[in-house]
């Protein structure tokens, strides 16, 4: 079944269920049974909706993508500035929200699938082009409002989405203790966007 | 046999068979089988200095973290600013750098395994803290020539690291074509870094 005819509280069902189980065992260890294990469904129940274990993951991506927007939207903050902040705030995931990181480590395993897999690349693609587009609609903003330099967008976006990405290996996955630096240099950062 | 009393050849034999089949295959889908097919070892002469997989890896690790100093040694910039555009340049790999590109796309894939795998834990939290001390080394001798304003060092060295490794993903994993952006972000920040 295309996953644009699966009932949306059917896929909602299976994307919450991935992502817990996702968040706690990652991907190479992860079996439709310990997904039915995380849900009020079975693995026939996962399967009558879904065909592949990948295509399960793909709908938890579109699922996650969508939490995303939701999650950035109430972020209170207009202004661009206080809002760009916030963003990074809000992308630098803390080591100990516990389920998020498991998330974001279980994000960077797929990502490193991503060249040998044509449905994790599609779906991971659209995730990611979709953060960076929303990173650089905010620094757009401030450019175009005076309140930031006439720095380029699309690579202060690039810059800001790579930083909190690549804190997911060093700080989540490996707990090197970086996280506080990486916030306060990620302000700093955002600081020298300022214009004068 | 414990690594250090690998003959260095050996290891360095090894360590490139495991550098070549990473990046051609993976983690999840490697074999002592495709590496001994990158290599003039057998499966039974890898297993001769090593008793496993993981521990091939980790001497690949070793290996990384030796010609990674190698190569920033061999960097000729001597004044901190010069120095740290150059090591943030050779830090973001370039995509059509096919066969780096793959070891960065593998090493992201090591790094998920990390939380589950003590050994690959060990050698790539110690491979990262010293990119990390090398970066913020270059940092911290700018800030007290007065080259740099007085940022902190780690915090610095830990956004320059997370964002060249968050790179992987976006960059080389996906492929979705922001290196150029990254790239003269990174020397953006840079910038911000000098002393007025």
């Known amino acids: 079944m295309s996953d644009d005819e699966v009932p949306p509280a059917a896929r909602a069902r299976v994307a919450a269920a991935v992502r817990t189980s996702l968040a706690k065992h990652g991907y190479a260890r992860l079996t ?14 996962l399967y009558y909706h879904y065909d592949t274990k990948d295509e399960m993951i793909a709908a938890f991506l579109t699922e996650a993508r969508g939490s995303l927007d939701a999650e950035l939207d109430a972020l209170a903050e207009a202004d661009p500035e206080a809002r760009l902040r916030a963003v990074c705030n809000h992308l630098l995931v803390d080591p ?33 082009r979709h953060v960076l587009d929303v990173v650089a609609g ?15 967008p699309e690579g202060t976006a690039a ?24 916030r306060a240099s990620l302000q700093d950062y955002v600081d020298s966007l300022l214009a004068d």
Chains 1, 2 share one sequence.
Do not use: C, W
Not at 38 to 44: I, M, R, Y
Not at 104 to 128: D, F, K, Q, S, W
Not at 159 to 181: P, S
């Open 96 to 128: 100990d929200e516990t389920e998020r990181s498991g998330v974001y480590v279980a994000v960077m395993e797929l990502l490193a699938h991503a060249p040998h897999n044509e449905t994790l690349h599609e779906h991971l693609a659209a995730m990611e």
């Open 32 to 45: 439709t049974a310990k997904v039915a294990a995380e849900s009020d469904l079975s693995e026939a129940g």
């Open 138 to 152: 905010v620094v757009a903003d401030g450019v175009e409002q005076g309140v930031f330099r006439e720095v380029d």
């Open 159 to 182: 810059l800001l989405v790579a930083a909190t990405d690549g804190a997911t290996g060093i700080d989540l996955a490996l707990g090197l203790e970086v996280h506080d630096e990486l």
